[in-house]
Nanobody
Framework: VQLQAYGGGLVQAGGSLRLSCAASGRTSRSVTLAWFRQAAGKEREFVAAVAPVDDHTLYGNSVKGRFTISRGNAKNTIYLQMNSLKPDDTAVYYC????????????????WGHGTQVTVSS
């Protein structure tokens, strides 16, 4: 599986951004896709994930109620709608793919896309 992320940028606090991640490869429609983020000097953090079969979603505590992960109709593209952004959301956001059982643990993720920078100004 290969992953390509799009959509980062600079936004003011309280604003919104949408990230996209396109997965390609033979098993791209059968893996769980997720977003992680890593702020400068901090450990990589789980943001959200969507399962491949029933589109069940998971969220990190820091983004619940503000971020929404979804799958496109083709099932190999996911989106992260980020609302009510805060300066603490500033980070490089990474798309990831792996099995559902370990999707929230960044050290167990085997497939990463290139990161996209999100900067939230106060």
């Amino acid at each position: 599986v290969q992953l390509q992320a799009y959509g980062g940028g600079l936004v003011q606090a309280g604003g919104s951004l949408r990230l996209s991640c396109a997965a390609s490869g033979r098993t791209s429609r059968s893996v769980t896709l997720a977003w992680f983020r890593q702020a400068a000097g901090k450990e990589r953090e789980f943001v959200a994930a969507v399962a491949p079969v029933d589109d069940h979603t998971l969220y990190g505590n820091s983004v619940k109620g503000r971020f929404t992960i979804s799958r496109g109709n083709a099932k190999n593209t996911i989106y992260l709608q980020m609302n009510s952004l805060k300066p603490d959301d500033t980070a490089v956001y990474y798309c990831a793919a792996d099995q559902y059982s370990s999707i929230t643990i960044w050290t167990k993720i085997r497939v990463w896309g290139h990161g996209t920078q999100v900067t939230v100004s106060s």
